[in-house]
């Protein structure tokens, strides 16, 4: 007996928290659909109240470990919800097309307050498709055309301020800068001093810290910070809107100022205004994270940048001098456009994307009920696609056209898909096509780690930083190595990201 009441009086606190947990997932289990016949995904809902929210923000709950334990959809309960996470191409699939009528978009609710209603990934419905026809001018063809000289030039200026600079730089830095300053110019069609920039890059990174925070606005907090840094963005977006117009301007917001539907519709200010904060956002963040990851990968594979250099000496773009380039020949490139869809398969930028069930439906014999919110994963996607071989190997080759036969669509989706897919994609490829064009041009680079950790909130993104060294590639046209000549070594011992 006495034994018993020690056992009991030790243990008790573990027992307290086994029922705690038990009557957790009694809870979260009540919520599914209970006219559907089907049993909710596997998983695990985690601690009470903040479930697994500590695993998302860290790991983005995308780690091969959960994958294993609970297949292609788990149940979880992250940032206050009971969410489903999948992956897959069949099911990602299903979840986006199904957009406005099974799910509809739904980001954490600090996103939504900081991007404001305005914005394109914020709206839903008809209102979604008629911002999203208005931003798209932005975007077309010959909106693109005009961007390539400004981008271009500031490309050009900054990987030679790299390579003229200090001995080392952190890449994601340099890269964020110059991917902030492009975004100023060619979305806003601003012009700042080199330190305004860094005060703008600092006050997008407030901004974006507050995305993943507690949504409480109280004085000190992350949040508040964030959304002190969404008024100041507003300035700015204000200043740019204020300016005459007679001026002349080449820039997106000009093209969604200037914007008018078929019906004779327009953005209102506010619309515009958080419209551009967006693009801002979206045009210098997963840009970024995508660069830092064509110098990261490139530096692994110098026999790639031979192949591209190969191309550009081909179509006469590998002089010194006299080099010009218009969105036309940018396109013509075909083994640069191969590297930059291969960088974005093995590291995609972005985690995926969240959204709300408007509808139980199926997935893998289970329920997705209505309510809940289901995260799709771009990453894992590319990894279980059976279209790709060997899928840790950066092979831009398997992009050839006579290899690529099939369909990826939902096989690849680094700008998603459906009817949210991303809509400044085009825009995206040729800011990494020019940057790939220009540092193979005119640089080598080595850098300090090939495998540095990588983080992946709110991007793809190395935790060092990235630590590189860019010099002149000079007359002597010496190859990219890496820090003592390790991309020498062996293939199979450098794979995975
Ligand atoms: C490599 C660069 C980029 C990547 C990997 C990327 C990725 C994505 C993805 C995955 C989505 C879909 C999210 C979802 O399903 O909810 C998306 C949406 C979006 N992207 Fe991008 N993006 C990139 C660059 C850009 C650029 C340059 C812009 C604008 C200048 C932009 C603007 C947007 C906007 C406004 C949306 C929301 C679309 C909507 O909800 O209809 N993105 N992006």
Wanted: charged share 25%; with cysteine; aromatic share 10%.
């Amino acid at each position: 007996m006495g034994l018993v009441v020690t056992f009991i009086s030790w243990c008790w606190p573990a027992i307290l928290l086994m029922v705690i947990m038990k009557l957790w997932t009694i809870y979260n289990d009540s919520k599914m659909d209970q006219t559907s016949p089907l049993p909710l995904p596997r998983g695990s809902y985690g601690l009470p109240i903040i479930g697994e929210t500590i695993a998302f923000v860290t790991q983005f709950l995308f780690d091969e470990t959960r994958l294993q334990k609970y297949g292609n959809v788990f149940k979880t309960h992250v940032l206050g919800e009971p969410t489903i996470i999948c992956m897959g191409p069949e099911n990602v699939r299903k979840v986006l097309s199904g957009e406005h009528r099974v799910v509809t978009s739904s980001w954490p609710s600090a996103i939504k307050r900081l991007f404001g209603e305005g914005a394109l990934s914020q709206s839903f419905g008809g209102i979604h498709r008629k911002r999203q026809k208005l931003v798209r001018k932005a975007f077309t063809h010959d909106a693109l055309k005009s961007y390539v000289t400004p981008i271009r030039d500031l490309v050009r200026k900054h990987v030679t301020y790299w390579c003229d600079g200090e001995n080392e730089v952190q890449a994601k830095s340099k890269l964020k800068s110059m991917l902030l300053e492009i975004a100023c110019k060619v979305v806003l069609g601003l012009e700042y001093e080199k330190s305004d920039y860094s005060k703008i890059v600092e006050t997008y990174e407030t901004f974006s810290n507050g995305f993943f925070a507690p949504p409480i606005n109280i004085p000190g907090s992350v949040f508040y910070k964030a959304m002190q840094a969404r008024k100041t963005l507003h300035k700015y977006a204000q200043e740019s809107m204020d300016r005459k117009t007679n001026d002349d301007r080449i820039d997106a917001l000009q093209y969604i100022q200037s914007s008018i539907g078929e019906n004779g519709e327009a953005l209102s200010e506010e619309e515009i205004r958080e419209s551009v904060i967006e693009l801002m956002f979206s045009g210098h963040e997963t840009t970024a994270s995508a660069c830092t990851s064509v110098v990261m990968l490139l530096a692994r594979h110098p026999d790639v940048i031979g192949k591209i250099r190969d191309e550009l000496d081909r179509y006469g773009m590998f002089e010194e001098d006299g080099y010009d380039v218009d969105l036309d020949d940018i396109n013509r490139l075909q083994y640069v456009g191969q590297v930059m869809k291969e960088v974005l398969r093995l590291a995609p930028p972005t985690g995926g994307g969240f959204r709300k069930v408007l509808e139980t439906f199926e997935l893998e014999g289970c329920q997705i009920p209505k309510g809940w919110t289901i995260i799709y994963n771009i990453s894992n996607t590319h990894r279980l696609s059976n279209h790709f071989d060997n899928i840790s190997d950066f092979d831009p080759d398997r992009w050839h056209p006579d290899s690529m036969t099939k369909n990826q669509s939902f096989h690849y989706l680094p700008f998603g898909g459906g009817a949210r897919s991303c809509v400044g994609k085009e825009f995206a490829k040729l800011l990494i096509k020019i940057l790939i064009v220009e540092m193979a041009r005119s640089c080598s680079w080595t850098v300090k780690q090939l495998y540095p950790r990588m983080s992946r909130l709110p991007v793809l993104n190395p935790v060092d930083g990235l630590p590189t060294s860019f010099k002149r590639y000079g007359k002597e046209k010496q190859g990219v190595c890496c820090q003592d000549g390790i991309a020498l070594l062996k293939e199979e011992n450098l794979r995975g990201i």
